[in-house]
């Protein structure tokens, strides 16, 4: 396999992209849909999730040999959803180290095999997706690593797009790098909280970044309007939510009405926005 020139591309100094295709997990043989992302260090390089099939990430391998001389010492799993790491198993047996959230193992334990199953994929094999060689990022103590003249920091975010979410801090370039806590274009995905979503998009927000890496959909250099627009959907989701809640009617009866002034405003809205609002019910019903 050939690397090709526009697999990835460098965004900003050093650090490379490779853009996943804007669909939904199934009938994706491939599985290359979600973001994959290398930062380049004078030591080694780092590896931010590895795609959903391994298919993909020999590509990526490849693609990376082409383009740095240098190893990879660390691969980073922003979240433990199957696409944005079943590639993993391709460099599993190199002498890599993979930084999880602290919740990374107990939640492949309890969802890996739904989850595999629920997108299509072979749920028999899934313990082949867990690693030796772990780094845990827990909640109180961001981890710091020197890839050479190149620091990086890494932070275990609350409860929001998964209860596994990590943050990667780029110092030198003001850059974020934020899995699934973070969609552009694409719409934004709720899985485990609906606060916990608004409550990073805020703090994000306020962190004033100069370049913000989305799971999907393209980087963005201006993080300020697309977090505004992130949030601005988030809270109309929570606050019309809440609002049908008060009013004694049920979620089946609202899957088509909540939120829906945003369809124009997102890609492939219809194929997430009804689980959106299902989570979000369920998680509002139970408040004061
Ligand atoms: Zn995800």
């Known amino acids: 396999m050939a690397h090709s020139k526009d697999f990835f591309y460098e965004f900003v100094e050093k650090s490379y992209i490779h853009l996943g295709q804007i669909k939904n997990y199934k009938n994706n043989a491939v599985n290359d849909i979600s973001n994959v992302i290398f930062l380049e260090g004078n030591k080694c390089n780092m590896l931010i999730d590895t795609s959903g099939s391994t298919q993909t990430a020999k590509k990526i391998l490849e693609n990376i040999n082409a383009i740095s001389k240098k190893e990879i010492c660390y691969i980073v799993t922003t979240h433990g959803h199957p696409d944005h790491y079943l590639g993993s198993t391709v460099f599993k047996h190199r002498r890599i180290k993979f930084i999880v959230h602290e919740n990374f193992n107990r939640y492949l334990k309890t969802r890996i095999k739904r989850d595999l199953i629920n997108q299509g994929f072979d749920g028999s094999d899934s313990l082949l997706y867990k690693f030796d060689s772990q780094i845990p990022v827990t909640n109180s103590k961001p981890l710091k690593i020197d890839l050479g003249d190149r620091v990086i920091f ?76 992130q949030l601005e959907y988030l809270k109309l989701l929570k606050k019309d939510t809440l609002e049908k809640i008060k009013n004694n009617s049920n979620l089946v009866k609202e899957l088509d009405n909540i939120g829906w002034t945003q369809s124009h405003k997102w890609d492939i809205f219809d194929m997430y926005h009804r689980s959106n609002i299902s989570r979000a019910w369920k998680e509002l019903e139970w408040e004061d």
């Open 154 to 229: 890494i932070e275990a975010l609350e409860k929001s797009h998964t209860n596994n979410d990590l943050l990667i801090f780029d110092q030198k370039n003001n850059l974020v790098i934020l899995g699934d806590t973070f969609f552009v274009g694409h719409v934004p995905i709720v899985e485990a909280s609906i606060n916990g979503m608004i409550n990073v998009t805020d703090k994000f927000i306020k962190n004033n970044y100069s370049i913000c890496v989305p799971g999907h959909g393209p980087v963005s250099f201006n993080c300020k309007k697309d977090l505004l627009k």
